[in-house]
Every structure is written in C-alpha cells, then in structure tokens.
Nanobody, 115 residues
Framework: QVQLVESGGGLVQAGGSLRLSCLAS????????MGWYRQAPGKQRELVAD???????NYADSVKGRFTISRDNAKNTVYLQMNSLKPEDTAVYYC?????????WGQGTQVTVSS
C-alpha cells in the first residue's frame, strides 16, 4: 500500500527557512509526478510546486524565487526548500504523488511563520 509521510514542518520567524521532506513508501515502481500543496485556514488547497520524474518543475507565482522543489528518485522522496518565509506562507503543507494513474496524499505537516 502506498503511503506518503511528510516531515520538516514547524514554527519559524519571517525571513527564515524550512525544508520539508516527503517519503513515498510501499512503491516498487511507477512513481511519477510529485508535488507540494498547502491549505491555509478558511482557504482552498493550492499547488505550491510540483516536479516530474524527469525533474521538470512548476511553481506557484507566490513562491517563485523563494521555494525550490527537488526529488531523489532512488529514495522515493521529494523535498521542498522554503526560504525567505512570509507569514502568508502559514498553512498545512501536503505531499501528493502520482503512482501509475492514481494519486495519493500525505497527512500534512504544519508550517507556521511568525511576523
């Protein structure tokens, strides 16, 4: 069974950095696109960044130049390096992965940026 487990969230001051990790387990092969989404209180879940198995990336305009998504295919892990964090980045961050034609979500990790 496919499971996604996020880690690395926490509380940080504005201007600080955090690195999120998401490990996809239970997968032998077939792992395709992976990505990070976030959901702030009272708002819809939105795409932050995604990355294909070949390494092509896509970012939300609000995080371009500040966040970097990467992946280690040998470890079935995707990362999100978040720099210059702002209070408006506060949200629960979710990992999403496509395995063959199915999509899976992690449980989420809280990121809180204080002003």
């Amino acid at each position: 069974q496919v499971q996604l487990v996020e880690s690395g969230g926490g509380l940080v001051q504005a201007g600080g950095s955090l690195r999120l990790s998401c490990l996809a387990s239970g997968i032998i092969f077939g792992l395709n696109d992976m990505g990070w989404y976030r959901q702030a209180p009272g708002k819809q879940r939105e795409l932050v960044a995604d990355i294909t198995s070949g390494g092509s990336t896509n970012y939300a305009d609000s995080v371009k130049g500040r966040f970097t998504i990467s992946r280690d295919n040998a470890k079935n892990t995707v990362y999100l390096q978040m720099n210059s964090l702002k209070p408006e980045d506060t949200a629960v961050y979710y990992c999403k992965a496509k395995v063959y034609v199915r999509y899976y979500w992690g449980q989420g990790t809280q990121v809180t940026v204080s002003s």
